[in-house]
């Protein structure tokens, strides 16, 4: 991530923190009580309250990389629905004990704490370097997309560079001749080590393709996991027949393959026209991109500030005030993107719930 990403982050963060941290105080100073005292004190009110801040936080503006260091502050799970479930799981379990409870939303609130004072030191020192709203070079209306190559999709010498290149390469080309644009508009602006990420700077027209692409693969993603969770749990209750998991999987199967025609269809309307081989190669773009996130890869996209939708908001019949074609294209990016994000907010509570081992992530 950049300066200016981590900057939106903090700010982000502190900006539902403040409310946050006043609610899980009034939520805690009862059941302090109640660990101590005979006399117990009512916290229906104070517990219905933060459950409803929490479930309204928005993490669709987030990038993966940006909720990605949330884990690692270790205070995504307790933020948002996932936040919301930890304090109904302290809380409201069958063994309710004021004291663990008391203990528990404590930790949590320390470490929500904790990383609000982090994000709080990173602002104060980028204001003391003067260095606020240091965002990458303008693009002008480019937008921002990170490709992660991890897992199967790994780039671990110069052949599979080569051949990765050649793949994206292929994804850009198809976006773009359904866009009437040259590949080349797509510009390659940055690279990061570790899990190799490569940072492109896409066209609006690209980027929102690419994110209704990547909203229905993650979709597939989302899919197969419930049908996994299902069979998980007719397992655990030994209801799950030899027949019965041949029908479930065969459900995944026909998801992923029913998957091309899916996004076809929800792409064909964008295309101005259907001349030469766009079709084709949209179709190849399409693939590519299914088999790259089957191996563990993942796009990302930066969404453009909102200004589009006021611009028009404001539009009273003037024609000449009426905002500029590129600033709709622009919009339907955004709303794109954030089509996207909301699927992967809906697989990532998903994935929480099968353990460790199912998600690859070790015992």
């Given at each position: 991530?950049?300066?200016g ?25 009862p ?18 309250n ?15 990389q940006?909720?990605r ?32 409870a ?26 003391g ?5 240091a ?9 921002t ?23 994206w ?8 001749l ?5 590949p ?47 069979m ?34 929800e792409?064909?309307p ?13 179709k ?24 589009e939708?006021?611009e ?8 000449e005030?009426?905002?500029?074609k ?34 690859g992530?070790?015992?």
């Amino acid at each position: 991530m950049n300066v200016g990403e981590i900057e939106r982050l903090a700010n982000w963060y502190l900006e539902y923190f403040q409310p946050l941290s006043k609610s899980y105080q009034r939520l805690i100073a009862p059941i302090q009580h109640n660990a101590s005292q005979p006399n117990k004190q009512p916290f229906e009110t104070q517990l219905t309250n933060v459950l409803n801040y929490l479930r309204g936080m928005d993490f669709e503006v987030l990038s993966l990389q940006q909720i990605r260091l949330l884990d690692q502050l270790g205070v995504s799970r307790f933020l948002g629905i996932e936040g919301a479930n930890f304090i109904e799981a302290t809380i409201k379990s069958s063994n309710y004990d004021p004291a663990t409870a008391l203990s528990e939303l404590n930790a949590a609130f320390s470490a929500l704490s904790t990383a609000g004072k982090h994000f709080d030191a990173f602002l104060n020192a980028l204001n003391g370097l003067n260095l606020r709203n240091a965002g990458p070079e303008d693009d002008g209306d480019l937008i921002t997309i990170r490709v992660g190559f991890q897992k199967e999709a790994a780039i671990n010498n110069l052949t599979e560079w080569k051949d990765s290149a050649k793949d994206w390469y292929d994804i850009v080309r198809g976006l773009a001749l359904a866009s009437n644009e040259a590949p080349e508009e797509t510009r390659v602006v940055g690279a990061t080590t570790g899990s190799i990420i490569l940072i492109l700077a896409g066209t609006a027209a690209v980027t929102a393709m690419l994110a209704i692409i990547s909203k229905h693969v993650a979709g597939v993603a989302k899919d197969g996991l419930e049908v996994l969770n299902l069979m998980e749990d007719l397992r655990q209750k030994k209801l799950l027949t030899t027949t019965m998991e041949q029908e479930l999987q065969s459900l995944i199967e026909t998801r992923k393959i029913d998957a091309l025609d899916t996004i076809l269809g929800e792409l064909k309307p964008l295309l101005a026209d259907a001349n030469g081989d766009k079709i084709p190669a949209l179709k190849n773009s399409i693939k590519k991109l299914l088999t790259f996130n089957e191996k563990g890869g993942n796009v990302d996209f930066v969404a453009p500030d909102g200004g589009e939708d006021d611009e028009e908001a404001n539009f009273e019949g003037n024609e000449e005030s009426r905002p500029e074609k590129g600033n709709a294209a622009l919009s339907a990016a955004r709303e794109a993107i954030r089509g996207y994000q909301a699927v992967r907010e809906q697989l990532k509570m998903l994935s929480y719930q099968r353990s460790p081992a199912e998600r690859g992530e070790g015992a």
